[in-house]
């Protein structure tokens, strides 16, 4: 199975999660790539993989700048992902109550919207709260993946819109 963790941040941290999970839980059976999103496009969903979208929320429920402009093609573009499986993993402040994790909540979105099916449900992790927000995700991500072998292979294709 191959994974691949498309990161969102503007700090740092939801990077360090996605290499936590890679480093952690990859192995010959599981393939795990962890990917910032800078300079992505929609095309990186043509990958014969599933994919983990791990992202921090920046300023008002915006999704970080690294990950603007993957969101905003995918939202201008609207390519159908009916063949695509993704997870989410959303990082927030809950100081924030209004807007806590919504960048996560904003990609969720916006995939299910474009046909992209979810396995499992979305994982929000409070860094207000929690002193190291990779073992809060280690600890969830043996019952994503386990998930995600159930759904079966997946084989993914874009068709534009």
Known sequence: MNVEILV???????HLVAQELELRFADPGTRI???????LTPAVFEGDAIFLVCTSTYGHGDVPDNARDLFEALQAQRPDL???????????DSTFGDTFAHGGMRFDRLL??????????????????????EEAAA???????????AAGPVHTTIVEA
């Open 33 to 39: 790539v962890a990917r910032l999103m800078d300079d």
């Open 82 to 92: 009916s063949a695509v499986s993704y997870g989410v993993l959303a990082l927030g």
């Open 112 to 133: 299910a919207e474009l046909g992209a099916r979810r396995i499992g449900e979305r994982f929000t992790i409070d860094t207000a709260d929690c002193a190291l927000p």
């Open 8 to 14: 969102g941040t503007m700090t740092g941290n939801a």
């Open 139 to 149: 600890a969830w991500m043996p019952d994503w993946l386990a998930q995600a072998r």
